[in-house]
């Protein structure tokens, strides 16, 4: 049996993000473990992310989990450097553009008056503003939009997941290519862990972040997490009339999206609930292009209605079917089983900090940082919701 101070169940940036802190500081002793069923993370949603960062939430939680966020991407080398190695990251701060026809004017106020009293660096722009400073935008049905001037944008995901992973096994994680398939616990704690491989790891603190695979994950520890996999189709278009260098990240009013990569263009939108089943195949939607994506995109961005379809994936969003936000900290019951999943297409850029939190809560038995109790599991059990209306 090997026997460790802390096991985490999931190595995708969340788990490994909580590695790296827990071993971050040199004078702390304890032995980390990370378990991962695929090292090569081919079906992690760390891996297929769009990876996008923003601090346009309706929530106060969720915009300072990703202001920390923005700052660690910042300074990705000093955090993450190995032997001197620089880390690039890729991070463009084009900012997010959210639009509104007049129905969705009072949640885009309201949204906005929160954003501002979080001293966010975002303007509200009249059609009149949006046509002059997007001209490349039709905007005659849109009443509002909401414009993050700074602090938004998109990074490397798969970078940033791998450049948590090394710096953590540098700093003395130990990294276990299975998985864990039961838990042998008692009433109040998780005894040990089984593998398929056929080990056992025993472990003072466990955490669960497993990211769409979490709620298979609680249930050998017989309990119910809401947390399952919700496919996410992302379209690589290539476009004949090249936008503006500097086109932010465009949310329309129905939901579909798109930004710049490199000298292609990403785009995708969320399906309805009635076409969003849990555990589709990781094949890429094609459907959704000609149903939903394009036809609003030739509309809201005219260059994009000569666009090609270049290339095109399928990630998994580890969606909370509670309220679509993070479950982090301790199981109510089990005393020393934690959750770190759930975050439903916000976990890459929440990742920072949920490790750093996290880290906390197990090193010290509290938050220090950002306190994370608002996204504690005992919400489901207590039937309260935290709602956020910029969910995308």
């Known amino acids: 049996m090997t026997t460790c101070d802390v096991a985490i169940v999931g190595g995708g940036a969340v788990g490994s993000a909580i590695a790296y802190f827990l071993t971050r500081d040199p004078h702390r002793t ?19 992310s769009a990876s996008s960062i923003r601090q346009q939430f309706s929530t106060p939680l969720n915009i300072a989990l990703s202001r920390f966020g923005i700052g660690f991407l910042r300074n990705a ?13 890729s991070l463009r701060e084009n900012g997010y553009l959210f639009l509104a026809t007049q129905a969705g004017v009072p949640v885009l106020r309201a949204n906005h008056a929160i954003q501002k ?6 303007e509200l722009l009249e059609p009149g503003v949006l046509r002059e400073r997007f001209p490349w935008l039709s905007v005659e049905d849109i009443a509002l939009a909401s414009f993050g001037t700074a602090n938004e944008g998109w990074f490397d995901g798969p970078g940033l997941l791998q450049a948590f992973r090394r710096k953590a096994r540098v700093q003395g994680a130990s990294y276990v290519a299975d998985e864990a398939v039961g838990f042998e616990k008692n009433d109040e704690r998780i005894e040990a862990i089984r593998m398929a491989g056929g080990e056992r790891i025993s ?4 955490v669960i972040a497993a990211g769409c695979w979490s709620g298979r994950v609680a249930r050998l520890a017989a309990t119910a997490l809401p947390v399952e996999a919700r496919r996410r189709t992302v379209f690589v278009l290539d476009c004949r009339e090249p936008l503006p260098a500097r086109m932010p990240l465009v949310i329309d ?25 849990p555990d589709l195949p990781l094949e890429p939607n094609h459907e959704e292009w000609d149903a939903d994506v394009w036809p609003v995109l030739a509309e809201r961005i005219p260059a994009f209605a000569a666009v090609k379809v270049v290339n095109a994936w399928a990630g998994y969003y580890e969606y909370n079917t509670w309220d679509q936000n993070g479950i982090v900290g301790r199981h109510p019951e089990i005393a020393n089983l934690i959750f770190a999943t759930g975050f439903s297409g916000h976990g890459i850029q929440q990742s920072p900090a949920t490790g750093r939190a996290v880290a906390e809560l197990i090193a010290f038995g509290q938050y220090r940082s950002i306190d994370l109790s608002l996204f504690g599991f005992e919400r489901i059990a207590a039937g309260r919701r935290v709602q956020e209306l910029s969910v995308v």
């Open 253 to 277: 009013a129905s939901g579909v999206w798109a930004r710049p990569e490199g000298r292609f263009y990403l785009a995708g939108v969320s399906p309805p609930e009635d076409r969003d089943p």
């Open 117 to 122: 009293a979080e001293h966010c660096a975002v």
């Open 77 to 89: 080398t000093e955090n993450l450097s190995v032997d001197g190695q620089p880390v690039d990251l």
């Open 203 to 206: 472990a003072g603190t466990v």
């Open 30 to 48: 304890g032995k980390v473990v990370v378990i991962e069923r695929d090292p090569t993370y081919a079906m992690a949603s760390s891996s297929l």
